[in-house]
């Protein structure tokens, strides 16, 4: 039987209730065109492989809070299934222990702050301002196994 777990609650509660209120309203999408090699190649070189400062800098409201929560979402599904003790090795317990009671707003100005703050890290990786600026301070020192 599953167990009740505080943090993984408040998390998929403000993810949840952030994406039902403040989300953009649905549309049906028109008939796809069919998309000439040079256009699916520019929409390749578009894509956010690894996103970083660069990106974020460029995104829109709505595109940094998709982007915390669909972290928070993938985490909190590996919570759900894992545990606060998994069997294999993962950062997931330090995420969710570190953001529990951190909106998704205050990730993204969190996100925002580092960015400006350091302009010359604007290839730094997304994941990575988060980890080492929000998770990385509150988890302590990495254990061995």
């Given at each position: 039987?599953?167990?009740?777990?505080?943090?993984?609650?408040?998390?998929?509660?403000?993810?949840?209730?952030?994406?039902?209120i403040g989300g953009p309203a649905t549309q049906?999408?028109?008939?796809?065109?069919?998309?000439?090699?040079?256009?699916?190649?520019?929409?390749?070189?578009?894509?956010?492989?690894?996103?970083?400062?660069?990106?974020?800098?460029?995104?829109?409201?709505?595109e940094k809070r998709a982007y915390v929560l669909?972290?928070?979402?993938?985490?909190?599904?590996?919570?759900?299934?894992?545990?606060?003790?998994?069997?294999?090795?993962?950062?997931?317990?330090?995420?969710?222990?570190?953001?529990?009671?951190?909106?998704?707003?205050?990730?993204?100005?969190?996100?925002?702050?580092?960015?400006?703050?350091?302009?010359?890290?604007?290839?730094?990786?997304?994941?990575?301002?988060?980890?080492?600026?929000?998770?990385?301070?509150?988890?302590?020192?990495?254990?061995?196994?």
């Open positions: 039987m599953p167990r009740h777990h505080p943090a993984k609650a408040t998390l998929l509660s403000v993810g949840l209730a952030l994406a039902l049906a999408a028109q008939p796809a065109q069919p998309a000439s090699p040079a256009v699916k190649s520019a929409a390749l070189k578009k894509e956010w492989l690894i996103p970083t400062g660069e990106h974020w800098s460029k995104a829109t409201e709505i669909g972290l928070l979402n993938l985490a909190m599904v590996e919570y759900q299934l894992t545990g606060s003790n998994p069997k294999h090795r993962t950062t997931v317990p330090h995420l969710v222990k570190a953001l529990d009671g951190m909106t998704v707003p205050r990730i993204v100005e969190t996100v925002d702050t580092y960015y400006k703050a350091n302009p010359d890290k604007q290839q730094e990786p997304i994941i990575e301002v988060i980890w080492f600026q929000m998770v990385k301070p509150k988890a302590g020192p990495s254990k061995a196994k």
